[in-house]
């Protein structure tokens, strides 16, 4: 058995709780969440000494009331909802080592959201670093009696939820005309844009967010669910597993669809018309960035604009063959866009998954 002072507990009970602020001092079974490691560290006889690592004075003074240590308080760059556990054992090792004199070879980590312990639960862990001297340390875990993920998330979704995601998958399928009229009566006289390239730009952008919507769905949902479980039974956020697993495998379809509606955009002629398109335009609007002061210009996107589908109608509709010309190079020019942007999507997606392993 190995024997004080040579082993003490630590039990790390920050005060910036964001999910369940106060945790560490709340009501657990009649007694302040943290005070269950304590008592608990004091039935250990081989814990000699049981400290309280926090940064903040509430959580030290209930320490302190069931006879914990707090000798310190952690520094404010230890506690952030971010930092991992080492440092902070570090911290708390160095300070006890420099005021104890004699080096502790052991420290237990007791953290105050696990209280359901028993002394056997400690006494275990040292016979087995006895039969195994190479381990560094040992891990106490439990098999759950229900799938992990669920004990790290709650699932808020609602009526609300189901209303958005019928709305969205409903407008991907209206007519293009249907969001030229909300336009016009939002954009241009709601907002007093007029018939403007930035009236017109909001209306396409506003015409392919559906497809934009419905494409990332679609995409986040294709990730095996075994991904976001794993990523929780390691203890990430749900912020982390999105940034880190969920965002990077959906890349493919979410540039995918992107792409897809920026094509089709460039095609619709509808809503365009709607907001008032010019049938003919002979001049170009001012240039965004120019060689005097201020050097940049916002007045291009107030200016009137056209699509090429109504250009190209324009020209066929005269009789000169030069227009004719114009026409046809234009539709030549539409439908390789259109084909670029689609082979595009298509070698990004492929780029993309080729680098994905599951």
């Not at 075994?226 to 495998?249: C, K």
């Not at 056209?306 to 234009?330: D, G, K």
Request: charged fraction near 15%; aromatic fraction near 8%.
């Amino acid at each position: 058995m190995i024997q004080a002072p040579r082993v003490f507990a630590l039990i790390p009970a920050r005060g910036g709780s964001k999910g369940l602020p106060g945790k560490n001092i709340r009501p657990f079974a009649g007694l302040p969440l943290a005070a269950h490691s304590i008592l608990f560290a004091k039935l250990c006889p081989e814990i000699s000494r049981c400290i309280v690592s926090t940064d903040a004075m509430e959580i030290a003074e209930v320490a302190r009331q069931f006879g914990a240590e707090v000798p310190f308080l952690r520094p404010a760059a230890l506690a952030q909802d971010d930092t991992p556990m080492w440092p902070v054992i570090r911290h708390a090792l160095a300070w006890v080592e420099a005021q104890g004199g004699l080096p502790y070879e052991y420290v237990l980590l007791l953290d105050p959201t696990s209280p359901a312990r028993e002394p056997a639960d400690v006494a275990e862990p040292f016979r087995l670093l006895g039969e195994r001297p190479e381990a560094d340390g040992v891990v106490g875990v439990s098999q759950p009696d229900s799938n992990p993920i669920w004990h790290a998330v709650v699932d808020r979704d609602g009526w609300m939820t189901d209303l958005i995601e019928i709305n969205v998958t409903n407008l991907a399928g209206v007519p293009s005309i249907v969001y030229g009229l909300l336009a016009l009566g939002f954009f241009v006289y709601g907002l007093g844009l007029g018939q403007s390239i930035l009236t017109a730009g909001l209306t396409l952008a506003l015409l392919i967010l559906p497809v934009v919507i419905v494409a990332t769905r679609e995409a986040i949902r294709a990730i095996p669910a075994a991904i976001r479980e794993g990523s929780y039974a390691l203890g990430a956020t749900r912020w982390q597993t999105t940034v880190h697993h969920i965002l990077p495998y959906s890349m493919a379809g979410v540039i995918t669809g992107v792409i897809i509606g920026m094509s089709r955009a460039i095609g619709e002629t509808a809503p365009i018309i709607t907001i008032g398109a010019l049938t003919f335009i002979a001049f170009l609007p001012p240039a965004p960035v120019s060689a005097e002061p201020p050097f940049l210009s916002f007045e291009w996107l107030m200016s009137p604009f056209t699509v090429m589908p109504i250009q190209m109608f324009n020209w066929t509709s005269r009789p000169e063959a030069a227009f004719q010309h114009n026409a046809a190079a234009a539709g030549l020019v539409l439908v390789v866009m259109t084909l670029a942007m689609n082979g595009l999507a298509i070698y990004l997606r492929y780029r993309l998954r080729k680098n994905i392993k599951w």
